[in-house]
């Protein structure tokens, strides 16, 4: 797992892990007294190290489930918790709020990242909508003007005007060309938009790029 991820995504996620263990040891101080004797801090101390490790291993070495991993911080809190003075029935609550509060920030958190996703993919349709219905209006002008053009015999005119067509066709750049429809389609509407404002536009998209639009990960071919 420490490969695949990188050492800089495995450093974030040791220090994004330290200090959400950090936040339970502060968590903790609203359900039990914090003053205790020497050897009861000293073993509170090995706790939480012992819990760090621990879960951090479960995730970066041993690439368990989010189930195990789940299973792994119940183990962990249930042991610091352990160390407090208090009933059983506080230390289990400390535990059940400690594991399920990160649980529904980050459901919030995906719900939220859907939300915008779903937005997204309504301007995108929009957007689309829009150019179909300006390109069918174009589509009934070139149309008119060609049978114009026939009805008055100008077959020389009307064999320029589709030669124009084709070429102003074959003009038109498509900025991106990933294999990915969606993606095809909101790159080349918004970079042409760039385009016809004067902006130079050059693309370069990796392969098998991985992205996540908060529905989940997509990879380009």
């Excluded at 003053?35 to 101390?45: E, F, L």
């Excluded at 939300?115 to 995108?124: C, D, G, K, P, S």
């Excluded at 064999?159 to 990915?180: C, I, P, S, V």
Aim: aromatic content about 10%; some cysteine.
């Amino acid at each position: 797992m420490i490969e695949e991820l990188g050492a800089v995504a495995s450093s974030v996620y040791l220090i994004g892990n330290f200090f959400r263990i950090y936040i339970i040891g502060m968590f903790f101080r609203v359900f039990f007294h914090v003053a205790a004797s020497r050897n009861r801090r000293i073993a509170r101390s090995v706790c939480y190290v012992v819990y760090y490790v621990g879960n951090s291993m479960c995730f970066l070495v041993w690439a368990l489930s989010p189930n195990m991993i789940m299973f792994s911080n119940v183990v962990g809190c249930l042991l610091v918790a352990a160390t407090y003075i208090g009933a059983w029935k506080h230390r289990i609550l400390a535990m059940i709020a400690s594991v399920t509060t990160p649980v529904v920030c980050e459901d919030l958190a995906l719900l939220k990242q859907q939300n915008q996703a779903y937005e997204n993919q309504m301007v995108l349709s929009k957007e689309s909508e829009r150019n179909i219905t300006a390109l069918r209006h174009d589509i009934k002008n070139h149309l008119l003007s060609l049978q114009q053009l026939i009805g008055r015999q100008q077959y020389q005119e009307a064999g320029t005007y589709l030669g124009d067509l084709f070429m102003d066709l074959e003009t038109k750049h498509r900025f991106a060309a990933t294999g990915n429809t969606i993606v095809d389609g909101l790159l080349n509407i918004k970079l042409g938009q760039a385009a016809e404002m004067g902006v130079d536009i050059l693309t370069d998209i990796q392969k098998h790029l991985l992205i996540n639009s908060g529905l989940g990960e997509t990879c380009l071919p």
